[in-house]
């Protein structure tokens, strides 16, 4: 008593490794060597250098525009405040502590070089 609705079972022995023990064994070793020529071509230096490449000139762009545009719009609402000139020039300056091995601190660099930098 067949019944004609119920499938017959699939016949999966042809997949069954151990049949064919070295086929299965060149296929696998096919694979891994596809694999490792995949991932040895990715991963090369040029390829990251390539694949790095637009994402990061993006954002050096970005970062160009917003540091140029805060400096456009700081430049307009700077006051004029009178430059106080050094007594004496700033490469004098440093000669003579070089000449004299001291080593300034920092404010009294950064007072030398005043409007310089």
């Not at 004496?88 to 310089?116: H, M, Y």
Request: with cysteine; proline share 7%; charged share 25%.
């Amino acid at each position: 008593m067949s019944d004609e609705r119920t499938p017959k079972p699939i016949d999966f022995s042809v997949l069954d490794p151990s049949r064919n023990q070295l086929r299965w064994e060149r296929t696998i070793q096919e694979l891994a060597a596809k694999a490792r020529a995949e991932r040895q071509r990715r991963f090369s230096v040029e390829h990251e250098l390539l694949r790095w490449a637009r994402p990061v000139l993006a954002v050096a762009a970005a970062l160009c525009l917003i540091v140029w545009t805060a400096g456009y719009l700081a430049h307009g609402r700077r006051t004029s405040a009178p430059v106080r000139l050094p007594t004496q020039s700033p490469a004098l300056t440093f000669a003579t502590w070089v000449a004299n091995d001291r080593i300034p601190d920092s404010s009294e660099l950064f007072g030398t070089l005043g409007g310089n930098l």
